[in-house]
């Protein structure tokens, strides 16, 4: 599955318009024979299954390769930006599970009461909306209107201490409460069958939105991580998209494929742990 999934990204980007070296290539004051030995340097002039097979090769050897943009290796590129994109995420996916499960629960409890029936219209609501809108808006009123929290994350963050700490978890507090809502409503309704049925059966389809859910929070960040302008990862791929740098789009969005793939394949292997009935051949 993950080879296909490389063989059809790599064509796309491969065939897609544009041209990393383009701004070279309509540069006067770069010799023509400077863009050509550069193309041929990175091997794009070589034949599309040529380049396929040795940057599939490569990548098996953990070479992901160079940023045209960045001159470094993307490798290095995507380790400067992981740190905060785990911080972010994981702390949006904590912030889903702690919301979820209690509203979940007493939904459960009482159905069809005034409570249930406003957590319902909120989960409908907080699912339907997109994370950019929900974004636009937290900018709006917490940083505009009441000006609370800063709408641009730093990294270069002037303080030690205690207050470097505070600092990042302001600046934080946005981009993580429009993913973790998110996450939260969507997983509402699943959630309160752990009250209606016994636990073990019950986590069958917790685990379906979780492991489905932590690829989709990754991809989610895309767009949060560009509106806030956290330097991550997904502020990272939106860069190299624009900027045609194909090594780290490549690398990025395989790597999203690689989770997609992977907790699909552990949420399958839980169901056996979980509901004995279920029996692999």
């Known amino acids: 599955m993950l080879a296909g999934i490389s063989l059809v990204l790599f064509a796309i980007l491969a065939l897609a318009p544009g041209d990393p070296f383009e701004e070279l290539a309509t540069n006067p004051n770069v010799p023509r024979e400077v863009a050509l030995q550069l193309r041929h340097q990175f091997g794009l002039d070589d034949p599309l299954p040529v380049r396929y097979a040795r940057w599939f090769g490569s990548m098996l050897h953990g070479d992901w390769g160079f940023s045209f943009v960045s001159r470094v290796n993307v490798t290095t590129l995507i380790m400067q930006r992981l740190p905060t994109t785990l911080f972010v995420l994981g702390s949006a996916q904590l912030l889903g599970i702690l919301v979820a499960l209690p509203i979940g629960t007493l939904s459960a409890v009482r159905p069809y009461s005034i409570f249930d029936q406003i957590a319902t219209t909120f989960a409908f609501i907080g699912f339907s ?34 207050r470097w700490w505070w600092e990042h978890a302001r600046q934080a507090i946005m981009p993580v409460a429009v993913l973790g809502l998110f996450q939260g409503a969507k997983g509402l309704s699943e959630r309160a069958t752990i009250v209606k049925h016994a636990v073990r059966n019950a986590l069958i389809p917790v685990v379906t939105l979780v492991a ?33 740098d194909t090594p780290v789009i490549m690398a990025i969005t395989f790597v999203f494929s690689c989770l997609v793939v992977l907790f699909n394949l552990a949420a399958d ?3 056996g742990w979980l509901d004995p009935r279920i029996s692999y051949r």
């Not at 990294?155 to 201490?161: K, L």
């Not at 990272?236 to 900027?243: D, N, V």
């Open 212 to 244: 489905l859910q932590i690829p989709t929070i990754f991809t989610g960040a895309v767009i949060t991580e560009q509106i806030f302008r956290v330097p991550g990862i997904g502020s990272l791929l939106i860069t190299s998209i624009l900027a045609n």
């Open 129 to 162: 909306l997109p994370t950019f809108f929900t974004g636009l808006l937290f900018i709006l009123f917490f940083s505009i209107y009441l000006d609370w929290l800063p709408f641009i994350y730093r990294a270069d963050i002037g303080a030690a201490g205690w």
């Open 269 to 271: 292997l839980l169901y």
